[in-house]
């Protein structure tokens, strides 16, 4: 296939940036379409171990052209600081890295709604990464954002800046009783960022277009997950973009008619970083104990993430929702030592059995998980390259999530690392 798009099929963090790596050296092109550097992808490669946020993972390798869409909200100072860190360690994005000029920005003023809204919420709070993103998102759909694109024209910057600042301070002072920005301070900082980041900008859509015409082979890096999706997740404990497959073609000019098939990053189990329900959720001893084996702690701000057992009421309907062809399932060696493993199956509520993922999040809140129980292997799977030879406890678990998700494996990961992975069908 020539266009694949990967996605999350849980609440993030279902090892993306793995899978993505793993996939790269068989694409030309890789292209972020939503979401900002609230993403937090780990690739690891030999003892090198890298965390990618904004610049999509295939910067790794060497001669790869990466893109970031106007789908997704661009904090230029983060970006300048991810791409000095990766030439520290002698990888140059220069001359194969592409910025939307539709991209939308991220503002000092964005980051500071952002914890502002937080702090008001109190219990009700998201959990949000504190990067800006929802609020920058706002501007974008209130059609009062700074592009990209804008801040490569100093007039318009400066007059676009001043409006909005204006409107912010009204704001911080009233709401939370904050002393106003100088819009003159942030002009001149994002001035700079723009010098500094002009020679990756273009119109990006014609870009992709194009590479997609001389027959590139082109692959979407999906951030979040599809339970953080704005339309599709557990609402109002989401991200503000749409991580699922349709916002590949919103988040980046490639039409639907353009994209052929669809990856599915699966974790062995499932976490969630920040609020909002979670049926399968494990607030006991087992829960820790995966937490410990997986390292389950933000990617981005080193928050232990919830943990629980694999839930297929959620993952049929992420199948569902971006057409996903192929599973490629992650983290399975962290299930190495436990004695039984459970998968949700159906949910209970009140008297009634539902298996379709309620949009309501007062009923998921609600439902009471159902479970199939599975011996577990009790056996170090990481080193294991072939199929055949899984102890048959575990191809047990392997074979039930195939037949319930109704597709096939693309990849089986036994590890962090890029050599930890089991390759079950060549899908690009
Ligand atoms: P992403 O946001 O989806 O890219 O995932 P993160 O990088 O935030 O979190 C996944 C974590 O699991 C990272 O620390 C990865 O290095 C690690 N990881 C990925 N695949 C595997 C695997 O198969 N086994 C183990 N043990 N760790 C993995
Ligand atoms: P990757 O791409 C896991 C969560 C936050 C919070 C909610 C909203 O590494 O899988 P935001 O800052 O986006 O407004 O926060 O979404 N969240 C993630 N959780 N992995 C991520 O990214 C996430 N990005 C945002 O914890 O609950
Ligand atoms: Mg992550």
């Known amino acids: 296939m020539q266009t694949l798009v990967v996605v999350g099929a849980q ?26 550097h609230n993403a937090g992808h780990t690739v690891v490669i030999d003892d090198n171990k890298y965390i990618l946020h904004l610049l999509p993972s295939g910067i790794l390798r060497k001669d790869k052209i990466n893109i970031i869409g106007n789908g997704v909200v661009v904090d230029p100072k983060a970006l300048l600081d991810e791409i000095d860190g990766l030439k520290q360690k002698d990888i140059h994005p220069d001359n194969r890295l592409y910025i939307s000029d539709r991209a939308h920005v991220i503002m000092p003023y964005h980051k500071i709604f952002d914890k502002m809204s937080e702090n008001k919420k109190g219990i009700k709070k998201i959990g949000t990464t504190g990067r800006g993103i929802g609020p920058t ?15 490569l024209d100093k007039d318009l910057l400066y007059e676009k800046i001043s409006e909005n600042v204006r409107e912010v301070n009204e704001i911080a002072a009233k709401s939370f009783d904050l002393p106003p920005l100088s819009a003159n301070n942030i002009y001149n900082e994002y001035l700079e960022y723009g010098k500094k980041i002009k020679e990756y900008v273009c119109n990006t859509s014609y870009l992709i277009n194009k590479l997609w015409e001389e027959k590139k082979k082109i692959m979407f890096e999906g951030a979040q997950g599809t339970l953080l999706d704005v ?23 490639l039409p639907p008619t353009k994209i052929n098939g669809v990856a599915g990053v699966f974790k062995a189990y499932t976490t969630r970083v920040g609020s909002g329900p979670f049926p399968t959720e494990l607030n006991d001893k087992i829960g820790e104990q995966l937490r410990d084996s997986g390292m389950e702690f933000g990617a981005t701000t080193g928050r232990p993430r919830r943990c629980g057992w694999l839930d297929l009421v959620a ?12 599973i490629c399932l992650t983290k399975l060696d962290v299930l190495n030592t436990l004695d039984y493993i459970y998968v949700c199956t159906a949910y209970k509520y009140k008297d009634r059995i539902i298996k379709e993922f309620p949009s309501d999040i007062n009923v998921l809140k609600e439902v009471e998980p159902i479970y199939k129980e599975f011996k577990g292997w009790k056996k170090d799977i990481s080193k294991i ?7 048959i406890e575990t191809k047990g678990y392997l074979d039930y999530i195939r037949k319930e998700l109704n597709i096939d494996y693309a990849i089986i990961s036994v590890g962090a690392n890029r050599k930890d992975t089991l390759v079950i069908n060549e899908i690009l």
């Open 137 to 151: 998102y706002v501007d974008k759909i209130a059609r009062i954002g700074i592009r990209v694109g804008d801040m």
């Open 315 to 326: 993952c049929k309907y992420a199948v569902m929702v971006n057409g996903i062809n192929y």
């Open 385 to 391: 390259r072939n199929y055949n030879e899984f102890p």
């Open 11 to 36: 609440w993030g963090d279902e090892g993306k940036g793995k899978i993505i790596d793993f996939f790269g050296n068989q694409v030309d092109v890789i292209i972020r379409y939503q979401g900002g």
């Open 231 to 253: 339309d599709h997740g557990t609402y109002p404990f989401v991200t503000s973009s749409n991580s699922t497959t349709g916002g590949a073609s919103t988040g980046s000019g």
